[in-house]
């Protein structure tokens, strides 16, 4: 892991209090992400296609 020095570590950490909300969104993306391309089995990705679709139509 790169050293990140004192500045960029609290301008980091400020940034995660103030886009709690963002962060978690990014967090939850990306979990669902490495999911689907690493782990998912097809009745998996049948029932995501499913799910997709009557998200799409919601919005």
Known sequence: ???VSAAQRKASDKWDRKNKE???YINRRSTAR???KNQA??????EFKILLKNRE???
Request: charged share 50%; glycine share 0%.
């Open 22 to 24: 963002r962060k978690q």
């Open 41 to 46: 089995t097809k009745e998996d990705v049948d």
């Open 34 to 36: 490495n999911f689907i």
């Open 1 to 3: 892991m790169a050293k």
């Open 57 to 59: 139509k919601e919005l």
